[in-house]
């Protein structure tokens, strides 16, 4: 059709969007992604931070003789190796022990735990091992030693969720993708028989609408899916089924070590981590039905749940004034046919054409993000009965990573700062620096500076405060007072940087202040 520009428009700029954009583009379609608010704002940045190789599939596989279950657990397994070898500067291995207080279940655990090994193979990242109780309170001091018996280690994927969207992202736009944040798509376009071929889009910070036209229209678009498809099908039954799911941050003196806890079995059945994350201390998740919000709300009964877990963990008593920083994410679960609770359902994804020809990916998670990207890619061309080109991106070094030394040390920077911007930003931190002429602290005592904050504007998308604030640098997400203070800061850079007038930086300084007093 002569009037379509692109070969696929996305829309969603969270890990299957991301996704998508970078499978697409690299096979040499003309690309496009849309995001009505800053990337990864949504679900994609407010995870465990857990690369899951399937641990807790395996479990349901073996106890209910599930071949799905035990699917998920390969697939699990390849594709958080992979993700390890493509993106270095920003993922990495674990190490998760688990505390046990009854004799039989150290070598119960042990025993599903080395079934795990067995069926990693080549993908595990080592050998599963039982602690004794001695090592057990070596490792971590403050946990209840009333009535431990020890404990096993197993080993997982950790990685910085919203650093990878824009990691996949920028490496999208080298393959020639163009990537919009703050532009929502309010309506779609069709031709003469009915067919989907275009999208109007508000462009949120400038208050215009535009029409772009595409071949494929892709609605990756996570827990806001529904709302899309019913832009196309007002009638259209429910894809989705929300839980959500909170996370609090507590001082790194509750867990020095640089490993993890994992509890396997909550009052209600649910598994809980405590894990090492940016310096800080991390809790989580909850696992209740949610209805749909942009920012949804920590609330004072899910902080309790974990608070009262962490006691029943711990010999110490950890009180609400402590906690630095929380969050709360929805969940986006392919809705079973029939009623059933949240944490049951297998959360594998799905693929679904509308009569118009939208095409909608539903479901997953952050570590099946790739595979989901290939499928989808590899249907549209399903969809053209063309030969598909190859999929690259098994083996794509996601930018940050290219040119990565793990033994980069700036001049001019303490190592607090350079070990700190190596780990967000891998093998692009001397083009940070060089942002500026002289480098400036936000704030004395943390590692962001002027140079970041500059950087972040002119090469990862940044458009508003809370952009660099909580999606690039991470410091709401792990101490909200560091972000009160550096904020003044940020807006300063960002007006000269951006060319605001002081109503615009007013404007944008309510807004933030408003979401670090709420919700993130």
Not at 121 to 148: A, D, N, Q, W
Request: aromatic letters at 8%; proline letters at 2%; glycine letters at 6%.
């Amino acid at each position: 059709m002569k009037n379509e520009k692109y070969d696929i428009i996305i829309i969603g700029g969270g890990a299957t969007g991301s996704g998508i954009a970078v499978d697409a583009a690299s096979r040499g379609l003309k690309t496009i992604l849309l995001e009505k608010n800053d990337f990864s704002e949504g679900t994609s940045s407010r995870s465990t931070k857990l690369v899951h190789g399937g641990v807790r599939y395996l479990e349901k596989a073996v106890k209910h003789l599930d071949i799905n279950q035990f699917n998920l657990v390969k697939e699990g397994l390849k594709e958080r190796s992979r993700l390890l070898k493509n993106a270095p500067h920003l993922c990495s291995r674990l190490t998760l022990i688990t505390p046990l207080y009854r004799w039989w279940e150290v070598p119960y655990m042990f025993a599903g735990l080395s079934l795990y090994d067995f069926v990693s193979g080549t993908k595990g990242l080592g050998r599963s091992s039982i602690v004794s109780k001695s090592k057990m309170i070596e490792k971590f001091p403050v946990i209840k030693k009333e009535g431990l018996a020890g404990g096993v280690k197993y080993y997982d994927g950790s990685f910085n969720d919203s650093r990878l969207t824009i990691s996949l992202l920028q490496t999208a736009k080298e393959y020639g993708a163009e990537c919009k944040n703050y532009h929502e798509v309010k309506a779609f376009t069709y031709d003469e028989s009915g067919k989907v071929n275009g999208v109007e889009v508000l462009d949120k910070l400038n208050n215009q609408t535009i029409i772009l036209k595409g071949r494929h229209i892709v609605n990756a678009a996570g827990v806001f899916a529904d709302r899309v498809n019913r832009l196309d099908e007002q009638d259209a039954k429910k894809m989705l089924d929300l839980s959500t799911g909170i996370h609090i941050v507590l001082d790194k003196k509750y867990l020095p070590s640089k490993e993890g806890l994992m509890i396997p079995k909550t009052e209600d059945g649910r598994v809980l981590f405590i894990l090492p994350w940016l310096g800080k201390c991390l809790v989580g998740t909850t696992d209740d039905p949610a209805k749909l919000r942009t920012h949804p709300e920590v609330t004072d009964k899910d902080i309790e749940y974990l608070l009262r877990h962490l006691k029943i963990y711990f010999d110490m008593k950890i009180e609400k004034e402590e906690i630095l920083s929380s969050w709360c994410g929805l969940r986006p679960l392919v809705a079973p046919d029939e009623d059933a609770d949240t944490s049951n359902i297998v959360r594998e994804h799905e693929i679904r054409t509308n009569k118009s020809g939208l095409i909608s990916i539903i479901g997953g998670k952050w570590t099946t993000y790739r595979k989901m990207a290939e499928q989808l890619v590899d249907h549209i061309y399903k969809v053209e009965n063309k030969e598909k080109e190859k999929c690259i991106t098994k083996k794509l070094k996601l930018v940050g990573s290219k040119n990565l030394d793990t033994n980069f040390i700036a001049k001019n920077l303490n190592q607090e700062t350079n070990d700190y911007l190596l780990s967000q930003y891998g093998d692009r931190v001397e083009k940070l620096l060089s942002s500026v002429e002289n480098i400036e602290y936000l704030i004395e005592g943390e590692p962001y500076t002027n140079a970041e904050v500059i950087y972040c504007i002119k090469e990862e998308f940044v458009k508003k405060p809370m952009d660099y604030i909580v999606r690039r640098c991470n410091v709401a997400l792990i101490d909200k007072k560091v972000a009160f203070d550096i904020l003044d800061k940020v807006l300063f850079i960002m007006e000269e940087e951006l060319a605001w007038d002081e109503n615009r930086t007013l404007k944008e300084k309510e807004d933030a202040l408003y979401l670090l007093n709420n919700s993130l």
